[in-house]
């Protein structure tokens, strides 16, 4: 509990006994010039003194104004006038800066219930209320609280990073019951334990980049401020976290990553987890990976069939999904699978919240399995070698295929060049001006000069001539 000041502690006693003692002065300096004798109505100077000295102080007030604060506005100023005036009498409310989502600020400060300030740098937001309701969101700049109104939460702008699971340094299946530091290493872990299809206990630490849900450079801030996202993400924060620290921090990303990482786990066995399948370029790990993102970042995804398989929307077009898949087009092919609404999206869609990123950084196995997996890592990176190469020597050959196809393409137009700007006489003649177009754009091409001898190039002028020479030499 606060220790009550003094009587003359008080702010309202300091600003009457100062208030005094300059009515005092002002006599005894005016006694001394002369100005009160000889004796007289002197009521109207000291009224006009009164007058000029009030207007005095409140122009000096509004003008400077202007500088304790960065406002624009003569309706600001005036607000800040207020405020100073208040300050004088000791009925000022808080004077706060936010940085970053936290409070800046002498706690007396912030428990003042008259009319305050606030502060917010280019990174932060707040949900102000009286002791009744909530009553705005405010965003990056100055902002006057009225009597009563007080920051109920703050929130950070900037993209945030949330970790889940163990950390880089625990141990949760060596780490003895007796060390100190076991129920928070348990705590951890527990978060994202999860269970393959064959029952194998496998622990995740999974990071979750996001972000209030906003458009860069909204709000007159390059964070982007928007305030329905900013007040629903703040209110929902509030009514579901236990923990009320400035700024508000939202747990929930992290959890749902979790949840749809035991989703996925479920659906493979452990031999499975780093085995590629011809119908994938990537290996298991990397798609629960890749569907956790696509499950928090779009409305609606591919749907996975309880062995983790994707499902065709039309079963018909099992042979132009494989075509599609040999040939490397990815997204023509998932145009063919089944899809789902990604309930997660909506949610956090729902709450004004936006996921960036989610990755899986490393998995934890009991001693045991991971000595098996060790041992198993010969054959399964040698299995997924093969794999690779199948698909590499696909791609040479698709390469090679439409190399070829573009070299024919180009040699049937340099050959035919001549030809197209004149009608040959006959077939001799047509053939004639093939060899030469095919001599001509031969030497103007240096590539291909690099690829043939200079016999060839020879040879290739003297069938030019020769079929000259049998039509009788005649251009």
Same mark, same amino acid.
């Given at each position: 509990?606060?220790?009550?000041?003094?009587?003359?502690?008080?702010?309202?006693?300091?600003?009457?006994?100062?208030?005094?003692?300059?009515?005092?002065?002002? +006599?005894?300096?005016?006694?001394?010039?002369?100005?009160?004798?000889?004796?007289?109505?002197?009521? +109207?100077?000291?009224?006009?003194?009164?007058? %000029?000295?009030?207007?005095?102080?409140?122009?000096?007030?509004?003008?400077?104004?202007?500088?304790?604060?960065?406002?624009?506005?003569?309706?600001?100023?005036? !607000?800040?006038?207020?405020?100073?005036?208040?300050?004088?009498?000791?009925?000022?409310?808080?004077?706060?800066?936010?940085?970053? *989502?936290?409070?800046?600020?002498?706690?007396?400060?912030?428990?003042?219930?008259?009319?305050?300030?606030?502060?917010?740098?280019?990174?932060?937001?707040?949900?102000?209320?009286?002791?009744?309701?909530?009553?705005?969101?405010?965003?990056? *700049?100055?902002?006057?609280? !009225?009597?009563?109104?007080?920051?109920? #939460?703050?929130?950070?702008? $900037?993209?945030? @990073?949330?970790?889940?699971?163990?950390?880089?340094?625990?141990?949760?299946?060596?780490?003895?019951?007796?060390?100190?530091?076991?129920?928070?290493?348990?705590?951890?872990?527990?978060?994202?334990?999860?269970?393959?299809?064959?029952?194998?206990?496998?622990?995740?630490? @999974?990071?979750? %980049?996001?972000?209030?849900?906003?458009?860069?450079?909204?709000?007159?801030?390059?964070?982007?401020?928007?305030?329905?996202?900013? $007040?629903? #993400?703040? /209110?929902?924060?509030?009514?579901?976290?236990?923990?009320?620290?400035?700024?508000?921090?939202?747990?929930?990303?992290? /959890?749902?990553? #979790?949840?749809?990482?035991?989703?996925?786990?479920?659906?493979?066995?452990?031999?499975?987890?780093?085995?590629?399948?011809?119908?994938?370029? =990537?290996?298991?790990?990397?798609?629960? &990976?890749?569907?956790?993102?696509?499950?928090?970042?779009?409305?609606?995804?591919?749907?996975?069939?309880?062995?983790?398989?994707?499902?065709?929307?039309?079963?018909?077009?099992?042979?132009?999904?494989?075509?599609?898949?040999?040939? &490397?087009?990815?997204?023509?092919?998932?145009?063919?699978?089944?899809?789902?609404?990604?309930?997660?999206?909506?949610?956090?869609?729902?709450?004004?919240?936006?996921?960036?990123?989610?990755?899986?950084?490393?998995?934890?196995?009991?001693?045991?399995?991971?000595?098996? +997996?060790?041992?198993?890592?010969?054959?399964?990176? !040698? &299995?997924? #070698?093969?794999?690779?190469? *199948?698909?590499?020597?696909?791609?040479?050959?698709?390469?090679?295929?439409?190399?070829?196809?573009?070299?024919?393409?180009?040699?049937?137009?340099?050959?035919?060049?001549?030809?197209? $700007?004149?009608?040959?006489?006959?077939?001799?003649?047509?053939?004639?001006?093939?060899?030469?177009?095919?001599? /001509?754009?031969?030497?103007?091409?240096?590539?291909?000069?690099?690829? %043939?001898?200079?016999? =060839?190039? /020879?040879?290739?002028?003297?069938?030019?001539?020769?079929?000259?020479?049998?039509?009788?030499?005649?251009?």
């Amino acid at each position: 509990m606060e220790e009550e000041s003094g009587f003359f502690q008080r702010p309202i006693v300091k600003s009457v006994l100062v208030f005094i003692i300059l009515i005092v002065v002002y +006599l005894v300096i005016g006694a001394v010039m002369g100005y009160f004798f000889p004796m007289g109505n002197q009521a +109207l100077n000291m009224i006009i003194d009164t007058l %000029i000295c009030v207007a005095g102080l409140i122009g000096w007030m509004i003008f400077f104004a202007q500088f304790v604060l960065p406002v624009r506005h003569i309706s600001d100023r005036w !607000k800040v006038v207020e405020r100073l005036v208040n300050y004088l009498t000791g009925s000022h409310g808080p004077a706060i800066f936010i940085e970053n *989502g936290h409070v800046h600020g002498k706690e007396n400060e912030v428990k003042k219930e008259g009319q305050g300030v606030v502060w917010l740098d280019s990174a932060s937001a707040a949900i102000l209320r009286t002791a009744g309701r909530f009553t705005r969101t405010i965003g990056p *700049g100055v902002h006057f609280t !009225k009597h009563g109104e007080y920051i109920a #939460a703050t929130a950070d702008l $900037h993209t945030l @990073i949330q970790n889940i699971g163990p950390n880089d340094s625990d141990q949760p299946f060596t780490t003895a019951e007796t060390d100190p530091k076991y129920i928070a290493m348990k705590e951890r872990a527990d978060a994202t334990s999860a269970l393959t299809r064959d029952g194998i206990q496998v622990l995740a630490s @999974i990071s979750v %980049i996001f972000r209030i849900r906003s458009i860069p450079g909204e709000g007159n801030t390059k964070f982007g401020f928007s305030q329905a996202n900013t $007040h629903v #993400a703040i /209110r929902d924060s509030m009514t579901r976290e236990t923990n009320l620290d400035q700024p508000i921090w939202n747990s929930l990303p992290g /959890r749902m990553a #979790a949840d749809i990482w035991r989703e996925y786990l479920a659906k493979f066995r452990l031999s499975e987890l780093f085995e590629k399948t011809s119908n994938r370029q =990537d290996n298991t790990l990397q798609l629960i &990976n890749e569907m956790m993102r696509k499950r928090l970042t779009k409305p609606t995804v591919e749907f996975l069939d309880a062995f983790g398989q994707r499902v065709l929307e039309n079963k018909d077009r099992e042979a132009e999904y494989q075509r599609l898949i040999a040939e &490397n087009n990815q997204a023509a092919a998932e145009k063919l699978l089944k899809t789902m609404d990604s309930a997660e999206y909506t949610k956090l869609t729902a709450m004004g919240l936006e996921v960036k990123s989610v990755s899986i950084k490393k998995l934890y196995f009991m001693p045991d399995v991971e000595d098996k +997996l060790i041992n198993q890592w010969s054959a399964l990176w !040698k &299995n997924n #070698a093969q794999i690779e190469s *199948g698909q590499v020597e696909l791609a040479r050959k698709l390469a090679e295929t439409t190399g070829l196809q573009e070299g024919l393409k180009n040699f049937a137009l340099n050959a035919s060049r001549e030809i197209a $700007h004149r009608h040959p006489k006959d077939a001799a003649h047509a053939l004639e001006m093939l060899a030469h177009a095919t001599f /001509r754009s031969t030497q103007k091409n240096p590539l291909l000069l690099k690829q %043939i001898n200079s016999n =060839d190039l /020879r040879e290739l002028s003297e069938m030019t001539s020769w079929l000259r020479n049998q039509r009788g030499g005649v251009e």
